[in-house]
């Protein structure tokens, strides 16, 4: 039979279990990234039939402080509490890490730049600046994108280079809401639909089928078998209706068959 000391001892033990699951339920559930969303809400809009945005970088400088509280907010993320998450809640935060760090930097200049290669030199680009305070460390957006993302080997996912944005009219659209782990499958694949029905940068042309030079330059990322796709043309032939391809083409492209031309890129800033 408990006793009284027993019966306090056994509530002590329970109120410290639901403690740990309380913690372990905020530790799954990500991160909130409301702030980043309502600034994103308010200073991209969509341009171009809505397959692209400009940034509002004179509205987002109004607001610096704003952005800065959730800079430090993302800085004060440990690295064991970040690998307790789930996997997409890890990725939207990833993201959101690089496209808010990205606004920052263009900040820094804004508006005396063109582009964001102008923040660089001859001898750094402004990717491998260490601006970016995370697990801390301060860290390149370079490291963020290839080593966290890409080179981690957590998550296999080429879309990241539809949702990564590099602040220039050529880069795919900045989104107008921040990432997040609940729905960010849905968020990578319009995304990619999205990029993909831009004619600026991807077309089909006579029998040569013209896309952007992400897709030369990370073309190892669209062959490792992402959905079934061995290749940047088996990955293409998946989003066929956003490329406007016809049943006989997107069967030529599955099989190779088609050729595959890379279109140069504008850095010009995506600026409204």
């Given at each position: 039979?408990?006793?009284?000391t027993t019966k306090f001892g056994w509530q002590a033990i329970l109120a410290v279990m639901m403690s740990v699951l309380t913690l372990q339920s905020a530790y799954s559930q990500?991160?909130?990234?409301?702030?980043?969303?309502?600034?994103?809400?308010e200073h991209v809009v969509a341009i171009g039939d809505g397959n692209a945005t400009a940034a509002d970088y004179a509205g987002f400088a109004k607001e610096r402080a704003a952005?800065?509280?959730?800079?430090?907010?993302?800085?004060?993320?440990?690295?064991?509490?970040?690998?307790g998450w789930a996997k997409n809640d890890q990725l939207a935060f990833l993201i959101n890490v690089y496209n808010a760090w990205t606004v920052e930097l263009i900040l820094t200049e804004y508006p005396d730049l063109d582009s964001i290669r102008d923040l660089g030199s001859i001898f750094s680009s402004p990717w491998k600046k260490e601006?970016?305070?995370?697990?801390?460390?301060?860290?390149?957006?370079?490291?963020?994108?290839?080593?966290?993302?890409?080179?981690?080997g957590r998550y296999n996912e080429p879309r990241i280079h539809f949702a990564v944005n590099c602040a220039s009219v050529g880069c795919p659209a900045l989104a107008e809401e921040a990432f997040v782990g609940s729905k960010i499958d849905q968020q990578l694949d319009d995304a990619t639909q999205r990029f993909l029905r831009d004619r600026s940068r991807n077309r089909l042309n006579g029998n040569k089928l013209e896309v952007s030079s992400i897709f030369k330059w990370y073309r190892g990322d669209f062959e490792k078998g992402w959905q079934g796709a061995d290749s940047?043309?088996?990955?293409?032939?998946?989003?066929?209706?956003?490329?406007?391809l016809d049943s006989a083409t997107t069967d030529r492209l599955n099989a190779g068959k088609v050729s595959i031309r890379f279109l140069s890129y504008d850095w010009s800033l995506n600026d409204i």
């Open positions: 039979m408990f006793n009284a990500g991160f909130d990234h409301g702030d980043w969303d309502r600034l994103l809400t952005l800065g509280d959730y800079l430090n907010a993302l800085a004060s993320v440990d690295k064991s509490t970040f690998d601006i970016v305070n995370l697990f801390g460390d301060k860290v390149s957006l370079d490291h963020v994108e290839h080593t966290l993302i890409r080179g981690s940047l043309g088996q990955f293409l032939a998946r989003y066929a209706d956003a490329l406007d």
